[in-house]
């Protein structure tokens, strides 16, 4: 039930959410900046704490809802994003409930930590958002309902994981000590392939990340059928941002690096991410080699981008494309090559019955991605028509790729 007694015109005001117009909006603006100002703040926060409530209840994380705001509205929303959602994780704070790592990420990014709130009490927080925004108070209260409007807005999707406060037993299981070893030593040599400015040089640490991205995938099987491990539950799922421009050929990208190791992805177009399923470590390991991947291909394609225009070429958009696309598409077979030869190797010194539990892990994987996604529809790869942009896309991914690099010789955990 709605609190008539926030201030007069309360309602009035954020019954603007629901019209379609800018004249409704500037109207709600208008009495939400007539009314008494702590009381406008307070009520602010109260119906901004319910609304981002109900999208983590349709299965939005904060990630995901912070990357609509950047794409969609400006700078002065993602900061009262980051309002609304510290206000809504305070209920979290004193019953020390569970936060999942990946959460707790999310809201490290959006600059929400655990504890007290940046306003002194919610009585105070009108001032002091207008003392941090430095604008008036219709502009600020038009802010405050374009993102609201956006919020309102945001339909059901899957789940890919607990949210904050999941009960005791869901906290057992998604619950992972530090990170482990050898995903720091994957991370610290994907950074070196990053700051190097030796093609050479990046594609050793590259695939050597790989091969130690498709061992730690192979421990964590073999402990995982032995009953031990954090992934023995079974498959889990997370999203990762895919963002304009060259949206497609990002997704391919993102699409080889889940295959390669195990899992499968599923791009959601409307909405800017992709939805990756898998075992954990998998997982963690897509992650980090997308990002590290896109690093490097943007860097590549800046430099061929300028050295076609010192020769005379204009045509940067269709370069660009038809670079990032066969980017993905060439590094799709490297990978894929990196990980046979990981597992061949793993199978020839003693696995025991390796390929069964990898093939059972597949199988999990793929019943897991199609219960959450029963329906999904191919996407035509459109634009590719620059020839000087596919071969030096393609160069790239062979300077980034995994074959040839230095085989890993650490043994397989008993």
Not at 66 to 80: Q, S, W
Not at 121 to 136: F, I, Q, V
Not at 259 to 268: D, K, L
């Given at each position: ?13 954020f ?12 109207l ?14 307070r009520?602010v926060?109260r119906?901004?704490e319910?609304f ?9 994380q ?30 979290h704070a ?14 490290r ?12 009490s ?12 430095k ?12 993102l609201?409007?956006?919020l309102?807005?945001?339909p059901?999707?899957e789940p890919v994981g ?7 037993l ?6 992972a000590?530090?990170?482990p070893?050898?995903l720091?030593?994957?991370?610290a ?8 400015d ?5 594609e ?5 990340a790989?091969?130690?991205m ?38 391919i ?9 195990r899992?499968?992805s ?10 990756v399923?898998?075992f ?5 390991a897509?992650e ?14 800046t ?8 020769g005379?070429?204009?045509?940067t ?7 990032l ?8 077979t ?6 046979e030869?990981?597992?061949?190797e793993a ?6 019955a390796l390929?069964?539990?990898?093939a059972?892990?597949?199988?999990a994987v793929t019943?897991?991605?199609e219960?959450?996604?029963p329906?999904?529809t191919?996407t035509r ?19 980034a ?7 890993s ?6």
């Amino acid at each position: 039930m709605t609190d008539t007694a926030a201030f007069p015109g309360a309602d009035q005001a954020f019954s603007a959410l629901y019209g379609t117009g800018d004249d409704d909006l500037d109207l709600g603006a208008s009495l939400l900046a007539a009314a008494p100002w702590a009381d406008a703040g307070r009520e602010v926060l109260r119906r901004g704490e319910e609304f981002v409530r109900r999208a983590w209840d349709r299965g939005w994380q904060p990630a995901d809802v912070a990357r609509l705001v950047r794409r969609d509205l400006k700078e002065v929303h993602i900061r009262l994003l980051a309002d609304l959602v510290a206000a809504e994780h305070r209920r979290h704070a004193p019953a020390h409930a569970y936060v999942p790592p990946r959460w707790q990420e999310q809201l490290r990014e959006l600059g929400v930590q655990d504890g007290p709130v940046r306003w002194q009490s919610d009585e105070l927080y009108a001032d002091a958002l207008a003392r941090r925004e430095k604008t008036d108070r219709f502009s600020l209260a038009t802010a405050v309902l374009e993102l609201l409007r956006l919020l309102i807005r945001l339909p059901t999707i899957e789940p890919v994981g607990p949210a904050p406060g999941a009960s005791p037993l869901v906290q057992q299981l998604q619950a992972a000590p530090g990170e482990p070893r050898m995903l720091t030593r994957i991370r610290a040599l994907l950074a070196k392939a990053e700051a190097t400015d030796y093609p050479e040089e990046a594609e050793a640490l590259t695939g050597k990340a790989q091969e130690l991205m498709a061992r730690h995938s192979i421990d964590d099987a073999v402990l995982a059928a032995r009953g031990h491990g954090h992934s023995a539950d079974g498959p889990g799922a997370c999203r990762i941002g895919v963002d304009a421009p060259y949206e497609t050929a990002k997704a391919i990208l993102l699409d080889a690096v889940a295959t390669a190791n195990r899992c499968r992805s599923v791009w959601n177009s409307e909405f800017g991410f992709s939805t990756v399923v898998g075992f954990e470590a998998d997982l963690e390991a897509v992650e980090l080699l997308h990002t590290s991947l896109l690093v490097q291909g943007t860097a590549a394609m800046t430099r061929a981008e300028a050295a076609q225009r010192a020769g005379g070429r204009k045509r940067t958009k269709s370069f660009r494309q038809s670079f990032l696309t066969a980017y993905a598409s060439r590094l799709g077979t490297r990978l894929a090559e990196a990980t046979e030869h990981v597992v061949a190797e793993a199978g020839a010194e003693g696995a025991g019955a390796l390929l069964p539990v990898l093939a059972a892990r597949d199988v999990a994987v793929t019943d897991r991605a199609e219960q959450m996604f029963p329906r999904t529809t191919s996407t035509r790869v459109r634009g590719v028509n620059d020839l000087a942009g596919w071969e030096h896309g393609t160069a790239a991914a062979d300077r980034a790729s995994v074959h040839g690099a230095q085989r890993s010789r650490d043994r397989i955990t008993r």
